[in-house]
Structure formats: C-alpha cells, structure tokens
C-alpha cells in the first residue's frame, strides 16, 4: 500500500479485458494429452526380467512425478498467459470499475485567497495547479475532463480532452469568490450525473479551510470515486482589517468623525506597533496605531474632520503578508444627506412654531409643511418621514397612502389631537397597527426618566442627571398593552411615547398631544433630542461598503430615473462599465449586481452623466480566518459519516502523491508478471523434459 494514502484501502482484483479469460479453457488441453497417451510402444521379449524388476518399479515412480510436474507446468503457463491477456488489476476495492472505456474525472480546484499561502514547494495554488496537471497525465488521451473551481464560470460546465484540460489549468487564477465544499461537490456530481455507463472520478485540492470545507455535509455516493488531496501551508499567520464603523449615524462636512475600526490578528504572534492609514478621497488623513494580542482582535478609533462635501471615498490600510487581499478596506459616504421630512399640521393645532423652529432652519432637513385641510400626497412619495400633528378627523385617503407609505419603508410620527373622535381614530389606529386608546386621563403626572441604555438614545446621553427636571403629562389617552417599544413612560406606568414596529417601517405614537393643554414636552429640553433622534432613525442610509460575489440590492431613489435610460455601474477613476439588473420595488429603484463585480474599490451610479451615489465593495472576509482542517480530522470525519468511496492524500511527499494518483487512476497492473511468470513456467517444462531422466 502506498505510503501516502491515509485511509484503509481494501485490494480487490478487476481485469480490464474479461473477456479474454475464456481462454482458461485451454488448460484442457495438456490434461487431455496427459491422461490420453497416444504414443505406441512396442513390446520386447527376452528372458530373465526377474532381477529388472526392481528398477522398473522405480522408474516407473520418477515417470509420473515428471509427467506431473511437466502437467503443472503447462496449466500454470497457459493460465497466465490467458490472465496477461485479460490484464488483471489490483485496485481499491471501494473503486468503480476499471475499464477501457472512456473515464470522466472532475477536478476541483480551490483557487480562493487563502491558497495565497506558502509551503516548502512553494505557493499553495501553483503546488495544486501542478498536481492537477498530475493527475491529467495519468489518466489515457481518450479520457474526458471537467475542472471547476470557485468562479462556477459557464466554460467550466464542459468536459475537456487531455490537452485542453493541460491548457485550461494554466489558465486558472486567485479569485475572490468563496464556495462551500458541499455546493462544489454538488455541482461536480450532478455534471458526472448524466454519464452513468463510466468509471467516474473526482479530485479535490484544496486547503481545507474550515470556515468553508464543510466534508461532514456530504453524503457518500457509490457512483464515482473522492480523493481529497489537502495542501498545508507552512504558516497560517493573517493580520487584516475586518470592518468600518462611524459612530454618528450622519457625516456633515465641517464635523470631527469617531471612525471605528476592527483589526483581526490570526497568527500565533503578538502584534505591539501596528498601524493603519487612513485616506479619504485619495488623500491620507490619519493615522491610527494598535497593538492586538496572537489570535485575538482590536478595536480602534481613528478621528478626522469632513473637508469635502457631498461623496466621498475612504479606505483602511496596512501592511501584512503573504496574505494581501484584506488589508485594506473601502468604504463610502455621503456628507450632505438630508432628511425629507413632510409635516401634517391639523386644524386646531397650537405646537406648528416649535416644529417649523426644530426643521426648517436646519440643513440637515428637507421639511415640507402641509395642512390638514390640503394633503398633497405625491409629497410621501420621496418622504423619510411623516409627522401627523393633531390631526382631528383622519380620512380614508390619508389612511391608504399612510398605509403604502410604511409598506416602502418610510417611519410616521403620530401625535393625537386634543379631541379625539373614537369613531375616526378606532379605524385610522387599527389600519396602521397601533393599539387601541381608552377615555381621556386627566390625572397630571411627570414622565419616568428615559433608560439611557435604550437604543433608541444611543449617542444622545453622555450621563443622565438623578435630578433632571422630567416632562409633565396634563392628559394622556390610556393605550392597550402592545409589543412595542416604549421610549417614554409615565408615573403611573402608561405609555407616553411608543414605538410600534413593522416589517419595513416604525411608528412612533404619542399618547397625548404636545400642546399646553395636555402636556409641557415641547418646552422641555428632551423635544429637539427625540425628534431629531426620530428623524434620523428615519434616515435609510447605504451601507459604508458591500461584498463581492454576493447577492447586493443597492437601493436608490427613483425620482427621475426612467426605464428608458437605465443607471450604469462604473468603476471608479476606471473604464469599467455595466448596466445592472434594475427593479423598482416601493417606489424605490433597487440595483442587483450578482457577482457581476470581481475587484474590490470603488464603484458610481452613473445616470445620464451624472453620479447619483457613491459604492464601495470589499473582498469577503470569510477567507481571512486561516484555520484549516487537519488530515487526521479529515480521516475522523470520512470514518464517522462512513464516506466509503473517499480516500485522502497526504500532499507532504511529492513522490508518494504521484504514486498514489497512478494508482488511484490505472490501479496496480499485473499482467507483465503473468506473462513474466507464464514465460517462466515454459521455461520449466522445457528443462523438465530435457533434463530430469
């Protein structure tokens, strides 16, 4: 057994030419002339035989062992000379069976970022390209071959001659893309599926890495034969920036920024003065420096002013090798967003100047005001935000749109009129999801102070004081227990503000109006806090950065954009150009690029000449945690799950992978040893005959 198989591997013998041991029938032949002498003797007379006697017994004994073993001979010679016709093999009992028939073999080629790594033949995907090129050479020119690797590109759902496959290889490069072995195989089998009537046989060389080699997933299928041939690297050392945060949710020109950053150290050794770089539109901004412990992680802040307004282009840097793809990160924003605010004052409503104060003097806001009397609803369509303030009879209509408004995403504010007409409010209530009211309280009660541990305050306490003078609730409509969340409570344990959330959108209800009359909230120092906090919870901001081979909805405002002169996708200082797959889903344009992109950097949407948003997208980080399953884990797992047909190589000792791929492949031939034997065995029966008397 070859030394570098690391499974049990039970011989079986197979011949490739079955037909040929008819020929054993032949061994016939040397019997029927053995036991049917047909040579004639001749009798002699003469007298006195009595002292011969003796030495004719004797004579006659040595004539039949002679005979016999000249029998012998000559069964064993045609026996073997019919089996080296035949060509016996000795196999992996497990095998399909060998045939002269055309073979298919599949080979799965990891080519993700981490065989980027190094062993003492060299890098790890140029050592499994070379062992690929082995395996080829072993097999016949009349073989048939299919490779695949983690881009699943169409010109891989083929099979290829001996030649092309050699041509192919040399081809194949380091890609982003990251599969699971399961899904690799899956698409290795069901390729073989459809040719049943072949031996089939499928190589694996990869490095096993565990965040993606899922071997215990797969389930053993008799039709074709699995060797893994695992690489080791040397080292699995990788120190690579894992992502970006800010901790303002909003980025204004003019405005220091707390940029968060996570540096992942996967090696055995500490890191004590690293840093990173960071640069903003090409320009290097600041520095950040850290240190991180072996197979542990960093957080870091790194701190700068906006200068430019409007998009902007970031990214992350440091220095780390032989693994190179995640040490840097891009990533985007935009620092003049605004938040379309659209606000519905009611008829008897008393609070429209602290509200037109808080919104319409402030950059940050694009704030529509309308009257309860004139709703313009085309002024939802492009809204964040919906405040109903007061209103006192909501209509149909209003509820409809209300009702599509939150379906696309956007969040309202409701704060009920001083009057409540139950017959009106029931309906309006039911139809968003709020809880139902009860009768007016009139028992005049303080608020309880906020948690500032609620996300919903994030960022807006640095401290809250025990003593802090708290709003005062005059009235308030008792609402019905529900599962959403409250944000401010009353004395008593009444809800004062709610947050109700649905599937796309929130809902945050008052239970009171804000004026004079039922509560002093506007007046009090929490009002411009909680609403902006509300509005700009209500802000759907894009993601810093995206990744790559995945499935992204890049979501876009669909204002002015027309199927008829669709957005492109452009690379960023580059002639990269694409038009995406484009669906408007709630009035709003969604952008899908399904691994249409391959480099990391950045990206535009481009319409009719002009950038309407900025993009980002980084190499999966998945890649990056170098953590690999061990051989004798692998060996575990084939015998745990019973994975009779796969067989593992250990890739350590090229010689001993050589020999074993030609095993595994033609199997040990032994029809020269029958024909050397059988040549043997004539060669005694001709020294029988001639020299044993």
């Not at 899904?183 to 073989?192: A, C, I, N, Y």
């Amino acid at each position: 057994m070859n030394n570098a198989r690391l499974c049990v591997i039970l011989k079986a013998m197979m011949f490739v030419y079955p037909l040929f041991l008819w020929a054993l029938t032949a061994i016939s032949i040397p019997i029927i002339i053995h036991l049917f002498n047909f040579r004639r003797y001749k009798k002699v007379y003469f007298t006195n035989v009595h002292f011969l006697k003796e030495l004719q017994l004797e004579s006659q004994s040595k004539s039949r062992l002679k005979e016999l073993l000249i029998l012998l001979s000559r069964i064993l010679a045609i026996a073997l000379l019919a089996l080296a016709f035949a060509q016996p093999v000795m196999v992996n009992k497990n095998n399909s069976v060998v045939s002269v028939n055309q073979k298919s073999i599949s080979i799965y080629l990891d080519n993700s970022f981490s065989m980027e790594e190094v062993n003492k033949q060299g890098q790890l995907f140029e050592s499994a390209r070379k062992t690929a090129k082995d395996i080829v050479s072993s097999y016949g020119a009349n073989d048939r071959f299919h490779v695949i690797t983690n881009d699943f590109e169409g010109k891989h759902q083929r099979y290829y001659t001996k030649e092309d496959m050699l041509n192919e290889l040399n081809e194949l490069k380091i890609s982003p893309a990251v599969r699971s072995f399961s899904d690799v195989h899956k698409r290795q089998t069901e390729f073989l599926g459809s040719e049943n009537k072949r031996s089939q046989f499928i190589y694996s060389l990869t490095d096993a890495q565990k965040s993606s080699f899922n071997l215990q997933d797969i389930k053993n299928d008799s039709t074709s034969q699995l060797t893994i041939i695992p690489l080791e690297a040397n080292e699995t050392n990788n120190l690579y920036i894992d992502s970006c945060w800010f901790e303002s949710p909003i980025q204004q020109k003019g405005f220091l920024q707390k940029l968060n950053v996570i540096i992942q150290n996967k090696s055995q050794k500490t890191i004590d003065a690293g840093t990173v770089r960071l640069s903003i539109n090409g320009n290097q901004t600041s520095i950040g420096s850290f240190s991180v412990e072996a197979n542990s992680k960093k957080e870091l802040t790194i701190a700068f002013t906006i200068k430019n307004e409007g998009l902007n282009y970031g990214s992350l840097k440091l220095d780390d090798y032989p693994i190179t793809f995640d040490d840097e990160l891009f990533f985007t924003f935009n620092s003049k967003l605004t938040i379309n605010t659209v606000f519905v004052n009611g008829k008897e409503s008393t609070t429209l100047p602290f509200f037109n104060s808080l919104f319409a003097n402030d950059s940050l806001f694009n704030y529509v005001q309308l009257s309860e009397n004139a709703i313009d609803y085309s002024k939802f369509k492009n809204a964040d935000l919906v405040i109903l303030n007061e209103i006192s009879e909501p209509s149909n209509g209003l509820i409809s749109e209300l009702s599509k408004f939150t379906q696309k995403g956007g969040n309202i504010v409701v704060i009920p009129s001083t009057k409540i007409k139950p017959e009106l409010y029931t309906p309006f209530y039911s139809a968003l999801g709020l809880p139902a009211i009860s009768n007016l309280d009139t028992h005049a009660l303080k608020l309880n102070k906020p948690d500032r541990n609620d996300p919903f305050f994030e960022g807006v306490f640095e401290k809250i004081d025990p003593q802090l003078n708290l709003p005062l609730s005059l009235q308030h409509y008792p609402q019905a227990k529900s599962s959403g969340q409250l944000i401010y409570t009353i004395q008593n344990g009444d809800p004062f503000l709610t947050r109700v959330t649905m599937q796309n959108s929130s809902i945050y209800l008052f239970a009171s109006s804000l004026s004079e009359k039922q509560s002093n909230f506007c007046k009090h120092a929490l009002f411009v806090p909680t609403f902006i906090r509300i509005a700009v919870t209500s802000l759907r901001p894009q993601p810093l950065f995206y990744k790559l081979n995945t499935s992204n909805a890049i979501r876009l405002r669909s204002e002015g954009l027309t199927s008829e002169a669709p957005p492109h996708i452009a690379g960023h200082g580059t002639k990269m150009d694409m038009i995406p797959e484009m669906r408007v889903i709630n009035t709003n344009m969604n952008l899908f690029v399904d691994k249409q992109l391959a480099l990391a950097g950045f990206y535009d949407v481009v319409w009719q000449g002009s950038i309407k948003q900025n993009m980002a997208f980084n190499y999966d980080r998945l890649e990056s945690n170098l953590i690999f399953s061990t051989l004798e884990e692998l060996k575990d797992i084939i015998s745990k799950n019973s994975l009779k047909n796969y067989n593992l190589i250990d890739h350590k000792n090229t010689s001993s992978v050589a020999k074993a791929i030609q095993l595994e492949a033609n199997g040990t031939k032994l029809w020269k040893w029958c024909l050397l034997f059988s040549l043997l065995f004539i060669a005694i029966e001709i020294c029988l005959i001639r020299f044993l008397k």
